[in-house]
């Protein structure tokens, strides 16, 4: 691999989907620059930015002279032009498991609004929140926990036996609820803690590139 990649995250390093996109980068053993912007400024949305990214969100990922946006998008991308044998997979090798890893990154991206707003990835970084669920919250927090427990073994390991990034997409969400404190059963929060101490979800906690 001879062309540069390069990330763009939030500086806050809060985003979700700028996680899910970094850590498939560690997974893969890829070196990568990150540069990050500033969302709660609102950085993202000046020109420069604008320009560089179709949808002006974060992430996104420059590989050489091609652009892309959207973690899902991304890390679709990074398999395939980085496809195992040759560099570790994000995705379970089987089409039907890896049809249903897609599955979980799509519902998880178009639901529970309540929820991340009950529940802001903010209170897995330190800023916990003492207020209660709202009624559409518990909702989520209730069919969040019911596919996660249909998804997750007795063994809380991982979802497709190799790990894929649908098992650290779903600890992440999970740990809205996890990290602030709220009633989840000891599978999910064995599973949540099995793969938050991941190498690569570290390197993102503590802000390494």
Do not use: C
Not at 135 to 156: F, N, V, Y
């Amino acid at each position: 691999m001879t062309e540069k990649i390069t990330l763009y995250i939030d500086s806050n390093h809060t985003s979700p989907y700028a996680m899910f996109a970094y850590i498939a980068l560690k997974e893969k053993g890829l070196p990568f620059e990150t540069i990050q912007i500033n969302i709660r400024e609102k950085h993202h949305q000046e020109t420069g930015y604008q320009g560089l990214s179709l949808t002006g969100k974060i992430p996104s990922l420059i590989h050489g002279d091609f652009a892309l946006a959207e973690s899902s998008a991304i890390i679709e991308y990074l398999e395939e032009v980085f496809p195992p044998p040759a560099y570790p997979p994000v995705f379970p090798a089987d089409v039907q498991q890896r049809a249903r890893a897609r599955q979980f990154q799509a519902w998880i991206r178009s639901d529970l609004l309540a929820l991340r707003q009950d529940r802001p990835t903010t209170v897995m970084f330190g800023e916990p929140t003492d207020m209660a669920l709202s009624e559409a919250g518990r909702t989520d927090a209730e069919k969040l926990i019911r596919i996660a427990d249909s998804l997750i073994g007795s063994d809380a390991g991982n979802l497709f036996g190799a790990w894929s990034i649908a098992d650290t997409e779903l600890a992440v969400t999970l740990n809205r609820l996890v990290a602030n404190g709220d009633p989840v059963p000891e599978k999910i929060r064995w599973f949540v803690q099995t793969q938050w101490a991941r190498a690569s979800v570290q390197a993102w906690v503590r802000h390494e590139n």
